[in-house]
């Protein structure tokens, strides 16, 4: 809006000098964008928490206004939505008795921003369509350790958003409002694709190829948890 080229008369400067004397919403929310299947969980204001002396209610509205009901509607299971929305609310609680301090307030900043757990709906989606996609049951297998030895590098804190992101990219769609879903219609061809993509991640980070049964509930909560231990415990 701002960028508008203002008119020349006088009363143009008065909206220009409106907007400028109020504040924004952009501080105060938390934006939870999907950019190619990309939930991008970040705060509008993520540094307003250090800027503003109220950090605290701008990370309960953050958190309670944006990004639980964008859980709500994602492509997560059931199952891990209400369970990660679960330790959100309990999150929303100890942020306003204000039992988190500010470095863990930090930590947690961060751990939403570049948190790709938030986008497993995605990769559910994939292994819900391989078999109706035509893998075979060798790669539908593959597909399976593939997914674990993602969620290893998530839980290790070695797998970002964005990396997560890039393996999404081709298999998503983008809606009018902006966010993206993986396809209800994948060929076997786009779910290889997928599997190059994330084996290339997996091999640069030497991923261990072993059995790794952890859900994305239980893989919010290890990062959670994580984000919010003392320093010497985070490592």
Same mark, same amino acid.
């Given at each position: ?84 929305? =679960?330790? &959100? *609310?309990?999150?929303?609680?100890? @942020?306003?008795?204000?039992?988190? +301090? !500010? /470095? ?36 539908? =297998?593959? &597909? *399976?350790?593939?997914?674990?030895? @993602?969620?290893?590098?998530?839980? +290790? !804190? /070695? ?77």
């Amino acid at each position: 809006m701002s960028d508008q080229q203002a008119p020349s008369n006088s009363q143009s400067d008065q909206p220009d000098q409106q907007a400028k004397s109020e504040p924004g919403l952009g501080p105060a929310c938390m934006v939870v964008a999907i950019l190619g299947l990309a939930a991008v969980c970040a705060f509008c204001g993520l540094g307003s928490w250090f800027v503003f002396s109220n950090q605290y209610p701008l990370a309960v509205k953050s958190i309670d206004k944006q990004l639980i009901p964008w859980i709500e509607s994602s492509q997560l299971a059931i199952e891990d939505k209400q369970s990660i929305v =679960a330790q &959100l *609310e309990d999150l929303v609680i100890q @942020l306003n008795a204000q039992t988190i +301090d !500010r /470095k863990q307030l930090g930590r947690l900043r961060n751990c939403l921003q570049d948190n790709p757990v938030l986008l497993w709906g995605g990769v559910q989606s994939i292994q819900k369509q391989a078999s109706d996609a035509g893998l075979s049951t060798t790669e539908i =297998a593959t &597909l *399976e350790r593939t997914c674990q030895r @993602l969620m290893r590098m998530a839980t +290790d !804190r /070695k797998l970002g958003r964005t990396d997560l992101e890039f393996t999404l990219q081709d298999l998503s769609t983008t809606n009018r409002d902006g966010t993206s879903l993986v396809k209800n219609d994948l060929t076997g061809d786009q779910i290889r694709s997928f599997l190059k993509r994330a084996d290339n991640i997996l091999g640069r980070n030497k991923t261990l190829n072993e059995p790794y049964q952890v859900t994305p509930a239980e893989a919010f909560e290890i990062l959670l948890k994580a984000s919010l231990a003392p320093p010497e415990e985070s490592h």
